[in-house]
DNA sequence: TTGCTCCTCACGTCACGTGAGGTGGC
DNA sequence: TTGCTCCTCACGTCACGTGAGGTGGC
């Protein structure tokens, strides 16, 4: 007695959907049809069904089974390629687990770049997102630094001032913050040499690297931190002309504006 | 300056089409348009995508994603949920590759069953089909068996002749080798005391295995050996009145037909 | 008649990729 | 005008799953 379509399933131990989706691919032979339509499963049909359903639990994609031919040949080029796939794979999510591991370990949100885990807790969110962003502008050996710069070196009353500085902070306010901020910047650009020129580890180019740069703290600081910034980088670089042009301006401004 | 879709999916390591495709999915929110409609990317799309690219190379399907808020938040049960599957995924992967390691060594067909690799080389193509069949209707101790005598007893030269035996071989010949069987098989049946009984094996009932093998069994040998196979069986099992029968039914079939 | 099986489309899933067909910018 | 970019559908991939809608068997 032939077997129906669900029996012959069951007997491979999978579905009928999959039965007739191998039909359709023609890697299982449609079997003669009783009057009323019905498919009469023989032993064939079962040998080879299982020949798919085997190589497919394998992980073989059917398209592949179906140039393997009946596969009951030896150990074929299909399955080194298979295993060296499967090889690949796995090493590919140990790798994922082992990131994993270290966002637990640190409890660090998962969107930064590897390493950043450990000091992830002194960070304010413009920091992740600051640093989400250089790490694809710059390379490796950069994003080291920056690493060691957060987990090694505290964060001042003065970075904190910063840090909460609104829009509306006036003048001597600014100033002075520049001036508290100067000399961590400067300490900065001593120890870490390419700083000075931040293109030289930003392997799209310092044009690019700048653009992003740029764009990126444009957008995460208000236009009183933006000030304070410009100040304490032209104290530490000792671009006092430029300082005193920056002056010039704002008195200008505040003239206009009274 | 805003980026484009192309300079934001470079910027991200990512293409212009995921992009859009997180954007169908509501991942990332559309930006604003030129008036030509180009759209214009800003940091706080970047810093989303960044995030979104993150997870999603983590393995964390786009869904989960969607839901998972801005995720910069501490490791999220979805994180654990993944590390788990990853797990799993990984474990599953090893067992595969632990059976192509013994297909490999083997030099077996892929489609056996596990464990009878190292015996592959000397079974018949029937013997294959017929261990595929079996492994879906007995368990695991009776395949355990089949896999013992396999491989422990050789096969003798009645067997041999048993497999070549073609539909013509005439009737002296059919009986001396049912004779001939008959001793291996009655030691099979004092050594593995369940082959009296095989549905005592099958998981899915006694009736279903006796169909199964049945069916299986007469598709794979010829009229001849089926003959064999009776006669060695009721040698074996003692059953002389029923051999008195089938000679008696050939001696009629004989007669009709000369 | 009821409930169950079998059949054949056709569409859905997942994370995009691959054109097609049209427009804008230089 | 040419070549390049951007845009929006619409369909393809992979291995089936999920109905829909209809028929046969008891």
Known sequence: MPWSTRELAELA???????????????????????????QYEVSHLVRLLQITRLADLGVPLGRIA????????????LR????????TIAR???????????FENRSPASLPAGFGPVASTMTETDRSLIMIYSRVFDDSAMQDMQEIMSEIPATEADKEF????????RATRRQLGESLAPGLADLLTKYEWMRDPGSKAPRG???AQG????????LYN????????????????????????EAALDAQERTAS
């Open 13 to 39: 131990g999978t579905t009928v959907k999959a039965v007739r989706h191998y039909h359709k691919l023609d890697l299982l032979e449609e079997p003669e049809r009783k009057e009323n339509g019905y498919k």
């Open 67 to 78: 140039t393997m031919g009946n596969a009951d040949d030896n150990p074929d080029e299909a």
């Open 81 to 88: 390629v298979l295993d060296a796939e499967l090889e690949g």
């Open 93 to 103: 999510l140990q790798r994922i687990r082992g990131e994993l591991a270290l966002i």
């Open 163 to 170: 840090e909460a500085l609104t829009l509306d902070a006036d």
């Open 206 to 208: 310092a044009a690019f």
């Open 212 to 219: 992003t740069m740029g764009e990126a703290i444009r957008a």
């Open 223 to 246: 236009q009183a931190q933006l000030e304070v910034l410009y100040r304490a980088h032209l104290i530490s670089t000792g671009a006092h002309d430029q300082l005193t042009e920056l």
